[in-house]
């Protein structure tokens, strides 16, 4: 039923741009935490950005200036722009979305993943 389906991911060059989509499908974003998870091969996965509900969007660090995380909710689509592309990018990107339950435990959902490859 539910179901986190990531595109726009390719090939670029350093420099370049490229803009991430997440449908969503099964679940109404608007009440979720969104978020975009990046995994380079021999690392763990890391939070790249995070948009919640009803707080402001969160960056790490290396990307900040760069990437913008944004939500569409009447498409129930996230995006994740990708400016100023660099080598150390290069990653699958993954969507998720996650909700507190009342109890204080989070549940997530996670797209499949999408390719970016930044190289020359």
């Known amino acids: 039923q539910v179901q986190l389906v990531e595109s726009g991911g390719g090939l670029v060059r350093p420099g370049g741009s490229l803009r991430l989509s997440c449908a969503a499908s099964?679940?109404?974003?608007?009440?979720?935490?969104m978020e975009w998870y990046r995994q380079a091969p021999g690392k763990q996965r890391e939070l790249v950005a995070r948009i919640p509900v009803a707080e402001s969007t969160n960056y790490q660090d290396s990307v900040k200036d760069r990437f913008t995380i944004s939500r569409d909710n009447a498409k129930n689509t996230v995006f994740l722009q990708m400016n100023s592309l660099k080598l150390e990018d290069t990653a699958v990107y993954y969507c998720r979305a996650a909700i507190r339950s009342l109890h204080g435990a989070v549940v997530d959902f996670w797209g499949q993943g999408t390719q970016v490859t930044v190289s020359s």
């Open positions: 099964g679940l109404m974003i608007s009440i979720y935490d």
